[in-house]
């Protein structure tokens, strides 16, 4: 249905357990399905391996999802979700698994060694320039990914990546190549151009007749861009309000219930020593254990030092080497008989008496005391308030965004019987395009891709909602749709005859070029002609493709023409943005590289080879293609 997909966009308590009593039947409907496969589900079959809808569409997904994060609010939902665009991403994955498949034919693997030093090294994972663990497991949860699933994928990655990499470092630049490419990327032109501006006049007169002519030709110049103007219904947690009925005692329980979150507990600064001995050992052994525990904190309280007996016979390998040093302890950390000995202690007598535990006897030495510190409720009571009254703008946001989609789900094309009811405005936007606004609503790449899409524009139903932050939505309904349409001559008139004014400068400037070159093949000297009719003159001897300086429609037409014979000249008119030149090449000296430039020779020897080897790995996949057994079914792939 149109609007049930609001129900699945709604987060918080009351969404998440209405979510878990769905799951439970739903879990046990379909579940032969993932038992079976066939071609039936496939969006394409490559020399017999399905490629399957499920599949397809996680990693389309994935791969907008990565182009929205990059493009942030230039990307396009709409641009990126058009058939081409599936067809050519599913073209893709079908070479992927045709890579899969001849590596694994040719047993290509990647060791445990390779990944991990390809993991250390990727710098998403780095924290001042080193590997950091907790930033990988970090990193990996904020993605959805367990570790031996990215792993996993990584590994998939690295060999498939094993053909086009051998393909890219066995590629070759051989010596004509890199002097080749020297003699034309290097090559210096000398000429002499006369510039032919086109002169604008933006006063000059044009004909009626002329600008309509123009308009009529031109029509795809002058279009009006699409643009919707919405209605909207905004529903915000935390525009609700309304105050919150909470008593003392409520808040004081909540204030019990997390005193973790408000104190710290009383912290000790501990040792000990460990004598070793398994629960289930001899009755004889646990005894010996104990004696020699109990001669050990007697030697303690007789003056000998607690950490060099530890560094001496105590049997934990964790703590021995440090003198016993277990560190900072709070209640819950160490094994309950552990625990309640050290806390019998006192500064006064910090030495134990042998404790037993699951690993044998310890002597304890209580060495600091950290007091409990936190808030008081007076202190934290401010704090719980804000988050009941929080939670409580939450439920009636799920309320009322619940009963919304009631009301919008029986009438789909209105917003005023939901807007009456729950008290709402129904507010304005636009007019706007595909680009959206700089402001206000449509300023929300979501709120206009959901202002475009065809269950608004086509069928002119209510939206699906529109997540603006966290409990914050709103349904856009259609109010008017402004087609692209070509403007009225009358509105783009003085478009149209600046347009005409130009195209009329750049004919004379055109024909007065012709001129030009007609006389300077007939013999006269350019330099004369250019003085007499007052037109700039370029000259340089030694132009290169990327000289700087030299505008951009010169040097281009300047390194089409043809190379002049041995003592002549070649003349031409090139076309410049804001006019003509007539261009008169007089010589062409082909780039050399010197034998012993031995850097700008590996540096083009690199260039060519990058290029071949890409060429290369482009051909090597077609072959696949060629000799592999491919077919997609594209009607699966909407």
């Avoid at 047993?107 to 930033?135: K, P, Q, Y």
């Avoid at 060999?159 to 470092?169: E, G, H, K, M, S």
């Avoid at 029986?410 to 936007?429: C, F, K, V, W």
Wanted: charged share 25%.
């Amino acid at each position: 249905m149109v609007l049930q997909s609001i129900r699945d966009r709604l987060n918080g308590i009351i969404a998440i357990f209405i979510l878990g009593l769905l799951v439970i039947p739903f879990a046990f409907v379909g579940v032969s399905s993932y038992f079976t496969s066939g071609a039936t589900n496939a969006v394409a079959l490559v020399n017999d391996q399905e490629i399957t809808a499920n599949e397809f569409n996680q990693a389309f997904q994935n791969y907008r999802r990565r182009l929205q994060a990059q493009m942030g609010t230039a990307f396009d939902p709409e641009l990126f979700d058009q058939a081409i665009v599936r067809r050519q991403f599913l073209d893709q994955m079908i070479n992927e698994e045709l890579l899969a498949q001849v590596s694994t034919s040719a047993g290509l693997a990647v060791t445990d060694e390779r990944l991990s030093a390809e993991i250390r090294n990727l710098a998403a994972f780095e924290v001042d320039g080193e590997f950091n663990a907790d930033v990988y497991q970090q990193r990996l949860a904020a993605q959805g990914l367990s570790i031996p699933q990215f792993e996993q994928d990584m590994r998939a990655s690295l060999v498939l990546d094993q053909f086009p990499t051998n393909i890219a470092t066995s590629a070759i630049a051989t010596q004509w190549e890199i002097e080749d490419y020297v003699r034309l990327q290097e090559q210096q032109r000398a000429f002499s151009a006369v510039i032919v501006p086109a002169a604008v006049d933006p006063e000059s007169p044009v004909a009626e007749d002329t600008l309509l002519a123009w308009y009529e030709e031109n029509t795809p110049d002058y279009l009006s861009e699409e643009q919707v103007l919405i209605e909207y219904l905004e529903l915000d947690a935390a525009l609700i309000g309304g105050a919150v009925d909470v008593t003392e005692e409520m808040l004081r329980a909540r204030f019990e219930e997390q005193q973790a979150r408000f104190i710290t507990p009383e912290s000790r600064l501990a040792s000990h020593i460990l004598i070793e001995v398994a629960p289930d050992a001899p009755e004889v052994d646990v005894e010996t254990a104990r004696k020699t525990a109990q001669e050990l904190r007697d030697r303690v309280q007789a003056g000998e030092d607690f950490a060099t007996l530890a560094r001496e016979f105590s049997q934990d390998a964790g703590s021995a080497g440090e003198g016993g040093d277990l560190g900072w302890i709070e209640p819950g950390y160490m094994v309950q008989a552990f625990e309640d000995g050290l806390y019998e202690l006192t500064l006064e007598n910090p030495v134990s008496e042998p404790v037993q535990s699951r690993f044998g006897w310890h002597v304890i030495q209580l060495r600091e005391i950290r007091p409990s510190e936190g808030m008081s409720f007076t202190e934290a009571r401010d704090i719980l308030l804000a988050e009941y009254q929080a939670e409580e703008d939450e439920r009636r946001f799920i309320e009322q965004a619940d009963r919304m989609i009631d009301i919008l789900y029986e009438d789909p094309t209105t917003l005023s019987a939901a807007a009456e009811e729950l008290g709402l405005e129904i507010r304005e936007a636009g007019p706007f395009g595909r680009a959206g606004a700089l402001d206000g609503i449509a300023a929300n790449r979501d709120v206009v891709a959901a202002a475009f899409s065809d269950l608004v524009l086509a069928q002119r139903s209510v939206s699906d909602p529109v997540d603006i932050d966290n409990n914050h939505i709103v349904v856009i309904l259609l109010k008017e749709h402004f087609p692209e349409a070509v403007k009225p001559f009358e509105e783009v008139r003085e478009e149209v005859a600046q347009a005409v004014r130009r195209q009329q400068a750049m004919d004379a400037a055109a024909a007065a070029a012709d001129e030009l070159l007609a006389r300077v093949e007939a013999g006269e000297d350019i330099d004369a002609l250019a003085e007499a009719q007052e037109l700039e003159v370029v000259r340089n001897e030694a132009a290169l493709r990327t000289s700087p300086g030299i505008d951009a429609g010169l040097r281009s037409g300047l390194f089409l023409m043809p190379v002049p014979a041995e003592g002549g000249v070649e003349t031409d008119i090139v076309e410049m943005a804001d006019g003509y030149a007539v261009v008169r090449l007089e010589g062409v000296t082909d780039g050399v590289l010197a034998e012993d430039d031995l850097a700008r020779r590996q540096m083009y020897s690199r260039r060519i080879a990058s290029a071949s080897a890409s060429e290369e790995a482009i051909g090597f996949v077609q072959m696949l293609r060629e000799q592999s057994t491919i077919e997609v079914y594209e009607d699966r792939l909407q």
